[in-house]
């Protein structure tokens, strides 16, 4: 007799140093569905998943796979059993090609005059064959540092579908995705369950859940909530039972007055022929400039060059109507700026720093004393209002940050950076991987520094975000401007109208 459940998670307990991250939690999978996990950030779902993958132990409970009771050492002995997990945070080898990512740690080998070495013919034409199967045009021998975000992610499914695995885990999997790479990846998803692959789907998008999930069960505070079957529930359901309160309002009131303009970017043209060209906008004092566009419109790459990290051959910067020169970020941030960027574990976060270090790192001369000595009170005194405010889960301000859900980490960040009083705060994806209920704290910080005369400009991909929080909307196609609406003129076909302008320069 067929099993019911091809994994079984029992009473899962787990426990760190001041803080219970799983309390008797348990998660049913069947084969051949797509099961969703959703909770808030901190509701323990990636540290569920780590137990189950052997990066953690569980302090208690069990794991039984097709009706055997397991205990992973590790993460390769989880893999070897069958069950492959995709992170949140991206692992790939960025100076290795393709097709090594792949077969990390499983290279196939071949035997000349008794000598093993790696057979790499085989290895491309087996990543050849997998790329043709799951119909991704990448060459198995480029390196990966030359990929973008979202073809490094499309790496990491392809690595995880090459294990032929019973349970596929993956969390977060579209935060880096266009609309028509999602959809991609929701064929695969639904070619593997036709296969009797179970997958575990983690994400915040409920749109995505509903559409692509058979059931979805519920965590909150470490805690097991419930499970339900999908086309039971709507998103108002799901956000009620994962914060446990109703949410009336996706965004808050606004009241800022934008006035004049605070920054004016002219011809901003990159080095990089392939990049940006002859971007000019204004940025008003008291707005939310929203940026919109697809994934390669080259608008992280535009806002880091307002902020100094990569050249310009053309354009210049106007502040208070002043001309500036601004070539690196010290720059940027003595000219009142502030950089949130869209990949918080490459260039945010310092995992084996505490959350205190991290808060306080962009603004260390606002605590000293006698102008060489760290003022420590006052620094700790301030990041604790800061995870008060932000409502940052955390035993301490001394916690080790890498020890915090992804979630929990952009708070941080986004912490930092408040504490810099900047006048003009660039947020690249700011709330990405962040759930519905942090979101609302975020978007309520951002209309309150807008209302106080502090200028915001937002690269969000989430439309209803950009048409929610944006005073205009700036929308970028192919490295060039292709529009700027009026928040209260747009909606998501005209951005979608200015997003594609330009596509056949794609």
Known sequence: MAQEYILEMKNISKSFPGVKALDEVTLKVRPGTVHALMGENGAGKSTLMKCLFGIYTPDSGEVILEGNKVQFKNAKDGLNHGISMIHQELQAVPHRSVMENVWLGRFPVKNIAGIKIIDD?????????????????????????????????????????????????????????????????????????????????????????????????IMRDGRYVGTWDSSSLTTDMIISKMVGRE????????????????????????????????????????????????????????????FGLSQISNGKIILDGKEVKIKSSIEAKKHGMALLTEERRA????????????????????????????????????????IRMLRTKTPSAKTQIQNLSGGNQQKVIFSRWLLTEPD???????????????????????????????????????MSELLGMSDRIMVMCAGELSGIVEGKDANQEIIMKYATKFAQSY
């Open 347 to 386: 260039t945010g976060i310092f995992p084996v720093l505490s959350i205190e270090d991290n808060t306080l790192v962009a603004s260390l001369n606002n605590y000293t004393k006698y102008n060489f000595i760290l003022d420590s009170k006052k620094g700790a005194k301030d990041v604790d209002e800061s």
């Open 121 to 217: 013919k085989k290895m491309y034409n087996d990543t050849k064959e997998l790329m043709a199967e799951l119909q991704m045009e990448i060459s198995p021998e480029t390196q990966v540092s030359k990929l973008s975000v979202s073809q490094v992610q499309a790496i990491e499914i392809a690595k995880a579908v090459s294990y032929r695995s019973k349970v596929i885990v993956m969390d977060e999997p579209t935060s880096s995705l266009t609309e028509t790479e999602v959809a991609h990846l929701f064929r695969i998803i639904r070619k593997l369950r036709e296969q009797g692959v179970a997958i575990i789907y983690i994400s915040h998008k409920m749109e995505e859940i509903l559409e692509i999930s058979d059931e979805v069960s």
């Open 424 to 462: 003009i705060l660039i947020l690249d994806e700011p709330t990405r991987g962040i759930d519905v209920g942090a979101k609302y704290e975020i978007y309520s910080i951002i209309a309150d520094l807008a209302k106080k005369g502090k200028s915001i400009i937002m690269i969000s991909s989430e």
């Open 247 to 306: 949410l009336e309002n996706l965004f808050p009131p606004r009241e800022n007055v934008p006035s004049d303009v605070i920054m004016r970017v002219e011809n901003f043209t990159s080095v990089d022929p392939k990049s940006f060209r002859n971007v000019t906008f204004d940025l008003r004092r008291g707005e939310i400039l929203g940026i919109g566009g697809l994934v390669g419109a080259q608008r992280t790459e535009l806002v880091e060059a307002i």
